[in-house]
């Protein structure tokens, strides 16, 4: 804030310190109630048909990601919705928008220019400007077994795309040929890695061990890392994050614990 009135007889030097003191408060001020709007909920939805050992899987990435915070126990609330869909979801045109986790599915495939593929940047750009956020804001985890696509016709395939503060859109499609506790562990990895980059993963401050492909991810024994052959470098960070139990290298480990903070 600017004052618009000046006094002559206040010395310009400690005028300027006030202000600038003034200005450091305001920003402090500002980053806290930044950091308390990071403390929100958690809210999971799928498509019906989705395997429940998939769930299964995904509410154990999630977890691991809470532990790895460091916050304090309860403070995020997990609410699965499993398939969503708030009544009345179906209207005279056919499904409401933003009442049905089959409405995203549909707006996916509506705006995906390929067949057998969801557009997942559609997905992810829905759950931003969903209605029910000005109720209660809350992160997105929205999980589909469809294969997914983003951005131009270069992309063949993604396994999940996220957006800082919003949420993340996460298949299971590519790990559906692995066997069943392997399958299992890689999902952990991928739920965690795509929560990851929700909550900051990888800052923008961070210049040492980075990489940017498709977006920045970490370079260190890490699950942030990028994984561009699926499944076989996801069972490799995997296998990883079994035998160090340490999902996250120490990097992205302190920023997650101060993400709340």
């Given at each position: ?19 600038r003191g003034a200005a450091m ?131 063949n395939f993604v396994i999940g795309?996220?957006?800082?503060l919003t949420g993340t859109v ?92």
């Amino acid at each position: 804030m600017t004052k618009e009135f000046f006094y002559a007889n206040i010395n310009s030097s400690f005028l300027q310190t006030t202000q600038r003191g003034a200005a450091m408060n305001f920003s402090l001020r500002k980053r806290r109630r930044e950091k308390v709007e990071r403390i929100k909920p958690i809210y999971i939805m799928h498509q019906a048909g989705l395997d429940e050992q998939d769930l299964s899987s995904v509410l154990d990435g999630i977890r691991l990601v809470i532990q790895a915070t460091k916050i304090t126990p309860g403070l995020i609330q997990v609410k699965n919705w499993g398939v969503w869909r708030q009544e009345p979801y179906l209207d005279q045109y056919g499904l409401k928008p933003y009442h049905s986790v089959d409405w995203y599915l549909q707006r996916g495939q509506e705006e995906s220019n390929r067949r057998n593929q969801l557009n997942a940047d559609t997905i992810i750009r829905e759950l931003y400007f969903e209605p029910w956020r000005k109720a209660q804001d809350h992160y997105d985890v929205f999980i589909t077994d469809d294969d997914l696509y983003s951005g131009d016709d270069n992309n063949n395939f993604v396994i999940g795309v996220a957006q800082e503060l919003t949420g993340t859109v996460v298949s299971t499609a590519r790990f559906k040929g692995l066997g069943s506790h392997i399958r299992h562990e890689c999902i952990v990895t991928e739920i965690m890695h795509e929560f990851g980059h929700v909550l900051g993963l990888i800052p923008d401050s961070r210049t040492s061990s980075v990489e940017y492909s498709l977006g920045p991810h970490c370079t260190n024994e890490c699950v942030m890392r990028q994984g561009l052959s699926v499944p076989n470098d996801w069972i490799r960070f995997t296998e990883d994050r079994i035998r160090t139990r340490r999902p996250f290298c120490r990097e992205c480990q302190g920023h997650l614990e101060n993400w709340f903070r």
